[in-house]
Every structure is written in structure tokens, then in C-alpha cells.
């Protein structure tokens, strides 16, 4: 069969348009807007800013979230276990950045699970695309709950160890609106410069 | 495919395809892109994976930019965009969600963002979301973009171009990028599409013009493909 060359990659600029967004996109429990969410584990917020050279906010980047279920598994051929996994919760999420370079996303905290030989921590891709990528940026953030599954984690592991704290993200208060007890986690991405976020490329 | 029998490395981008940056005159592409080399990891399967019917969260159908209800109609030439979405296998991508956006005839966007003193159309909105069918195929009507400078300190002008994005069933093959058109002079002027280095790649970003007799009056037709990266099999929807 021959193979195809894949399609170059482009920026997205500064014009995607606010149109693809609805309320709820940024809500990875639900499998469409208007479904209620997957109550199959524990709410969280994960939220954060994206900052470019200088400590910048980078206004108008576009983020996806993408991530296993609360037990592990992902609702996808590429998971052995994909029929037993949550069918009312999506894992997938869409947000863009205000004008502090801000973003929230509403989901489960997702579970870990076992992949040949490794065990991979609990985590949530994160895709950034902005103006000024000329593709999109790819990075995996880690949950503080699991300090010794994050330190047996194979993807974390090809992160310098003064690096990997970066990608682990740190409990604060949650806002209003989210339920009582609700969890929130922050996390910084820095695109360019100083701590900056290391990126991931497969 | 049997997921155990993956192969753990997607394989490499072919030389050439991939934009070289930073762009000179494209100042984000020096403030925004790591100064730190990418890590390249293992493709395990939440790389691989990723959702499947996201038609649901993100609903298609939105494919007509040019008649935005009955009786209104954008200014500009009337184009019909279609083709395939298709991984390295040549294989369609069914179930795919592919998003377009581009400025009006004027070369002027709708978005708070774009603040040129161009005309705005009333009838153009000018972004749409179709979802492939089961042979890949995706298709939108629209008007044929205008140029616009870019509002940088050494200005260029971008040909007239469309911004797709492509969501298919694999987080690794995740695909944003632009179509051109056939002919433009400022094609080969174009700092974002000349950052491609490989001419033959250049190429495969300028759609193919059907000849119009195939297509029937009305509108301007232009083929153009869109390739994932990577050669898993489309996965079965549940
Ligand atoms: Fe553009």
C-alpha cells in the first residue's frame, strides 16, 4: 500500500472563531452539550493560563483536552478495555484563552492504568494551538494525588527531573458555582522562556 | 488492528513537510514556540485514541457559508469546496469533524480580533463544520476569500486561503492547517505557505480547480484532500 505524505501543518492565526464555541464545550463529562454529565467519579476543575515569551498572557489560543475515564480506560479501539468504559463520559473538551491567557475545564479526575510494562500516572493531554504555532502543541498534565505513579510514569520519566514539577498541577481554591467540596487544579503553560512547560511530540 | 501490535513510535514526519520556524517577519513565531526541543514519546493509546462520535458534542452539518438563510447570499465568487479526509494508508477517515474559517471577499474576518478597515458582509458569517461520510468526504459551499495584509511591522499579504481543522478518531493526528488557491501570485510570496520547505508539499496545499463543466453553473468547484498523520485503521464506531 503506499503511504501517503500527511498533510503540512499550519498556524490557526488569530481568527478562529468564536462560533465553534458553545457553553459546555469545556465540560469533558459530557458526551454532547445538551447530556448530563458522567457522575462515574470525583468533578474537578483543571484550570490555568498560557503564557508566551516574557510571561505574556497568549490571548485566543484554542486548548483540547483529552483523557481516560475515572477508571482508566479510554472509549476507543486503542484501549483493550474500551467496551467497559464510561459511555457517558466523553474525556474530550474544548476551551480558548481570555485576555489573561486564562482557561477552565470541568471533568473527572481521570484513573491510571496499566500499558505493557508500565503503569501510566493519571493525566490530561493538552493540545495549545495559537498564533504564531505552526502546529499544534502537545503536553500532559499530572495530578499532585499520585506522587508515586507520577514517579513510575514512562512519559513524565523523559522529562529532565527539574522539569517534571511543571507538569504536575497544584491544588487551589475552588470558584463558586462548582459543588461544595469540589477540587480545583492549576496549571501554568508556558509556551517560550523561563520554566517553560516542556512539550511532548510523538 | 490489534491495539497490542501498534507499533510504539509513530512513524516520523517526512522531511520537507513540516513548516521550518521561526518565520522571518512572523514575530509569534519567536515569542510563542518553545525554545526547548520537543519530546518525542512512545504513541501508547492515549495518544492513539480519541473520541469518536464527537459529531454529538460538536454538531455538523453548518456546510452552507454562503447562504445564510433564505434569500441572502455573500458577496463573492460562489465556490464549492469538497474532497477527502484520508490517513498515511490512503484509507478514508469517516466520522471525521472538519471545521472551516476564512475572511469574506474583502479579505476581512468576523472576529473581534480583526480590526482592518475592510468591508463586513452581512450574509457572510464565514465558519462552518461538516462531519465526513463513509468514504472520507467532506464538502462545503462558500465564497472565495479575499487577500489581506498582515498586521505585523513588515507586512505581507496573505493569499486568499481557508483554515480547516480537522478532528479525526486519533488525538495524534490532530490537523490544523490552510487550503490555498490555484494560480494566485501571492502564493509564492506567502510567508506561512513558503515556510513549508518541500515544494512538492506546497503543492499538495493548493486545491485542484474541477473543471467547470463538471460541475454546473453556479459554482466554482475545487477538489482538495486532507491527509492524518498516522496509519492506524479508522476505528469502528460503538
Ligand atoms: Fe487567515
Redesign the pocket.
Known amino acids: 500500500m503506499t503511504r501517503l505524505p500527511p498533510t503540512s501543518q499550519h498556524t490557526i492565526?488569530?481568527?478562529f472563531p468564536r462560533g465553534f464555541f458553545r457553553p459546555g464545550d469545556n465540560d469533558l463529562r459530557r458526551i454532547a452539550t445538551e447530556a448530563p454529565p458522567s457522575t462515574a467519579g470525583e468533578t474537578i476543575r483543571l484550570h490555568g493560563r498560557v503564557l508566551r515569551e516574557n510571561g505574556q498572557p497568549c490571548v485566543n489560543a484554542v486548548l483540547e483536552a483529552w483523557q481516560a475515564d475515572a477508571a482508566g480506560r479510554f472509549r476507543h479501539p486503542a484501549d483493550p478495555d474500551w467496551r467497559l468504559a464510561d459511555p457517558d463520559f466523553l474525556g474530550w473538551g474544548r476551551a480558548w484563552t481570555d485576555a489573561a491567557g486564562g482557561f477552565e475545564f470541568i471533568t473527572l479526575l481521570p484513573g491510571g492504568y496499566a500499558e505493557g510494562n508500565h503503569h501510566r500516572a493519571p493525566h490530561v493531554n493538552l493540545t495549545i494551538m495559537a498564533s504564531g504555532l505552526m502546529r499544534p502543541l502537545a503536553t500532559t498534565v499530572f495530578f499532585p494525588d499520585f506522587p508515586e505513579a507520577n514517579a513510575a510514569d514512562p512519559v513524565l520519566g523523559l522529562v529532565p527531573p527539574e522539569a517534571r514539577a511543571r507538569l504536575v498541577a497544584m491544588v487551589d481554591s475552588a470558584p463558586d458555582g462548582l459543588a461544595e467540596g469540589s477540587r480545583s487544579f492549576r496549571c501554568e503553560l508556558r509556551l517560550r522562556g523561563g520554566a517553560e512547560t516542556p512539550f511532548f511530540a510523538e | 488492528m490489534d491495539p497490542q501490535q501498534l507499533p510504539d513510535r509513530i512513524e516520523a514526519w517526512p522531511p520537507g513537510i513540516e513548516p521550518a520556524v521561526p518565520i522571518p517577519g512572523y514575530a509569534n513565531t519567536y515569542t510563542h514556540w518553545p525554545a526547548q526541543p520537543l519530546l518525542r514519546r512512545p504513541a501508547g493509546r492515549t495518544e492513539r485514541s480519541g473520541p469518536l462520535d464527537l459529531g454529538r458534542k460538536l454538531p455538523c452539518g453548518d456546510d452552507n457559508l454562503a447562504v445564510p438563510g433564505p434569500g441572502r447570499l455573500a458577496m463573492g465568487q460562489l465556490i464549492h469546496i469538497g474532497g477527502r479526509v484520508l490517513d498515511e494508508d490512503g484509507r478514508p477517515v469517516r466520522g471525521a469533524v472538519v471545521e472551516l474559517?476564512?475572511?469574506n471577499a474583502a479579505g476581512r474576518?468576523r472576529h473581534a480580533a480583526d480590526t482592518r478597515d475592510a468591508p463586513l458582509d452581512p450574509d457572510f458569517i464565514g465558519n462552518g463544520r461538516a462531519l465526513t461520510d463513509a468514504e472520507g468526504r467532506y464538502g462545503f459551499f462558500t465564497i472565495k476569500?479575499g487577500a489581506?495584509p498582515v498586521p505585523v511591522a513588515e507586512t505581507w499579504w496573505?493569499p486568499p486561503?481557508l483554515?480547516f481543522s480537522v478532528l479525526g478518531p486519533a488525538s495524534a493526528g490532530r490537523l490544523v492547517t490552510?487550503m490555498y488557491f490555484p494560480g494566485d501570485p501571492l502564493n509564492a510570496l506567502d510567508r506561512i505557505l513558503m515556510s513549508v520547505p518541500d515544494a512538492a508539499a506546497r503543492d499538495r496545499l493548493v486545491a485542484r480547480l474541477i473543471p467547470p463543466a463538471e460541475v454546473g453553473p453556479g459554482w466554482l468547484g475545487f477538489a482538495h484532500d486532507l491527509v492524518l498523520r498516522g496509519r492506524s485503521a479508522t476505528p469502528a464506531l460503538p
Do not use: M
Request: proline share 15%.
Open positions: 492565526g488569530p481568527f | 474559517w476564512q475572511a474576518y476569500p489581506y496573505r486561503h483554515h490552510q
